[in-house]
């Protein structure tokens, strides 16, 4: 019996042969530039708890877009929406402040949100990090941003600007939240009502608003940057210091608002002119205060996150590296195929990306077929022995053995 034809979720979507090069291209430019940060994976799913601690109840993220579930035991557990507050429980849960710190750490895998799906962003996405733990030197600022700079340089971003700020401590901070409130609170009429209903709760949250009247209300607005505590200046100013001397071009911006509440001093964002309005590419700070907050010891930190299919989107159109195989594997008629399947486990034995015959194609039809694949070789199995054919340079010969295939298939 036929059913009906599935799809994917919406918001959701399947990484094809035609484009899984291009993620693996990314990951291992993210492999290269993240050397000296050690690889980590958490749980996709935590505690519900977790997030709302750690990432903040006013948030977007919290209030409208975690995707959370009770399980048989009666828990709720949430589909991640974010790397850094697992990261910060791992490192209390295994007590990685007892080993020389900063630790640093990097990860690649799965996030989920419900949003409104939009060109580069999905319910379900991929996010690269970078988090390093145990130190406030402004170097570890200065060195992250860097990190993430070289990496959309690789991966070819078109445009990228990085914007930076500083949120200060968080005293310094709670005194300016209830000057912003009294600015809002005076203008609460030409507000949205989204912005008015997050006064008490989240204020900064109004820089960030799209709504007209709220933006004219916003361009007279007091700003943090301007109010921050002398230590907190010279953090901020030897962060710039550094990445002028790494020569990280950067703009200051003071309503740079990064929607969760974990941050502490330094903010930033990549965002790219590919992308138009949702220009966002990845971004970060430093969250000096959240493993504490999760019951782990005072551990100042810093790290970013960028979106896997941003980044691409933002590099536009290009190929991935090669996924064809090196040598295809072609029968003759009447060749044995317990011949070929050997030859092929040898070949690939010995690193050689091979592919064999297996869809019964003539003989013609398998060499047009190795030469469609991106195979250079063939190696032709016949009943009487094998020959190998340069599909590249023409000119067909007899071979002994899969070892003298591989020094053909090897040699420079």
Same mark, same amino acid.
């Given at each position: =019996?036929?059913?009906?034809?599935?799809?994917?979720?919406?918001?959701?979507?399947?990484?094809?042969?035609?484009?899984?090069?291009?993620?693996?291209?990314?990951?291992?430019?993210?492999?290269?530039?993240?050397?000296?940060?050690?690889?980590?994976?958490?749980? /996709?799913?935590?505690?519900?708890?977790?997030?709302?601690?750690?990432?903040?109840?006013?948030?977007?993220?919290?209030?409208?877009? =975690?995707?959370?579930?009770?399980?048989?035991?009666?828990?709720?557990?949430?589909?991640?929406?974010?790397?850094?507050?697992?990261?910060?429980?791992?490192? *209390?849960?295994?007590? =990685? &402040?007892?080993?020389?710190?900063?630790?640093?750490?990097?990860?690649?895998?799965?996030?989920?949100? &419900?949003? *409104?799906?939009?060109?580069?962003?999905?319910?379900?996405?991929?996010?690269?990090?970078?988090?390093?733990?145990?130190?406030?030197?402004?170097?570890?600022?200065?060195?992250?941003?860097?990190?993430? *700079?070289?990496?959309?340089?690789?991966?070819? @971003?078109?445009?990228?600007?990085?914007?930076?700020?500083?949120?200060?401590?968080?005293?310094?901070?709670?005194?300016?939240?209830?000057?912003?409130?009294?600015?809002?609170?005076?203008?609460?009429?030409?507000?949205?009502?989204? #912005?008015?209903?997050?006064?008490?709760?989240?204020?900064?949250?109004?820089?960030?608003?799209?709504?007209?009247?709220?933006?004219?209300?916003?361009?007279?607005?007091?700003?943090? /940057?301007?109010?921050?505590?002398?230590?907190?200046?010279?953090?901020?100013?030897? @962060?710039?210091?550094?990445?002028?001397?790494?020569?990280?071009?950067?703009? #200051?911006?003071?309503?740079?608002?990064?929607?969760?509440?974990?941050?502490?001093?330094?903010?930033?964002?990549?965002?790219?002119?590919?992308?138009?309005?949702?220009?966002?590419?990845?971004?970060?700070?430093?969250?000096?205060?959240? @493993?504490?907050?999760?019951?782990?010891?005072?551990?100042?930190?810093?790290?970013?996150?960028?979106?896997?299919?941003? /980044?691409?989107?933002?590099?536009?159109?290009?190929?991935?590296?090669?996924?064809?195989?090196?040598?295809?594997? *072609?029968?003759?008629?009447?060749?044995?195929?317990?011949?070929?399947?050997?030859?092929?486990?040898?070949?690939?034995?010995?690193? /050689?990306?091979?592919?064999?015959?297996?869809?019964?194609?003539?003989?013609?039809?398998?060499?047009?077929?190795?030469?469609?694949?991106?195979?250079?070789?063939?190696?032709?199995?016949?009943?009487?022995?094998?020959?190998?054919?340069?599909?590249?340079?023409?000119?067909?010969?007899?071979?002994?053995?899969?070892?003298?295939?591989?020094?053909? #298939?090897?040699?420079?």
């Amino acid at each position: =019996m036929s059913g009906r034809r599935l799809q994917a979720p919406k918001g959701t979507f399947d990484v094809l042969p035609e484009t899984g090069g291009r993620r693996l291209d990314l990951l291992e430019v993210c492999r290269d530039r993240l050397r000296g940060y050690s690889f980590v994976e958490t749980p /996709i799913f935590e505690e519900t708890e977790l997030f709302a601690r750690g990432v903040g109840e006013s948030t977007d993220i919290v209030r409208k877009e =975690m995707f959370t579930f009770e399980d048989q035991a009666g828990r709720s557990l949430t589909l991640r929406p974010e790397g850094t507050a697992g990261i910060c429980r791992a490192y *209390a849960e295994h007590g =990685m &402040h007892k080993r020389p710190q900063p630790v640093r750490l990097w990860y690649w895998g799965p996030f989920f949100r &419900h949003e *409104a799906p939009q060109a580069g962003r999905f319910r379900q996405f991929t996010q690269v990090g970078a988090e390093a733990l145990g130190s406030d030197d402004p170097t570890v600022d200065a060195e992250l941003v860097a990190l993430l *700079a070289a990496i959309l340089g690789d991966a070819g @971003v078109e445009g990228a600007r990085l914007r930076i700020a500083s949120l200060g401590a968080p005293e310094t901070r709670a005194e300016y939240l209830e000057e912003l409130r009294a600015h809002l609170r005076a203008n609460e009429g030409r507000l949205s009502r989204e #912005v008015v209903e997050r006064i008490d709760a989240n204020p900064l949250r109004a820089f960030d608003a799209a709504d007209p009247g709220t933006r004219e209300v916003m361009r007279d607005a007091p700003l943090l /940057i301007d109010r921050l505590a002398p230590d907190d200046a010279d953090h901020f100013a030897e @962060v710039r210091a550094l990445l002028d001397e790494a020569g990280v071009a950067y703009e #200051v911006d003071a309503t740079l608002v990064r929607g969760l509440d974990y941050y502490t001093r330094t903010v930033f964002e990549f965002t790219s002119d590919a992308l138009g309005a949702q220009s966002g590419v990845g971004g970060g700070g430093r969250y000096d205060l959240l @493993v504490e907050e999760l019951g782990g010891p005072a551990t100042p930190a810093i790290g970013w996150a960028a979106g896997i299919e941003r /980044i691409l989107l933002a590099a536009g159109e290009g190929k991935g590296g090669p996924t064809g195989p090196d040598l295809f594997v *072609a029968r003759a008629p009447g060749a044995d195929a317990r011949t070929a399947f050997g030859l092929a486990q040898r070949l690939r034995d010995r690193g /050689i990306a091979v592919e064999m015959e297996q869809a019964g194609r003539s003989l013609k039809g398998q060499l047009k077929h190795a030469d469609r694949s991106g195979a250079r070789w063939v190696a032709i199995v016949g009943e009487e022995g094998i020959d190998l054919k340069d599909l590249e340079r023409g000119g067909q010969r007899a071979v002994a053995d899969a070892g003298e295939i591989a020094r053909a #298939v090897t040699a420079p």
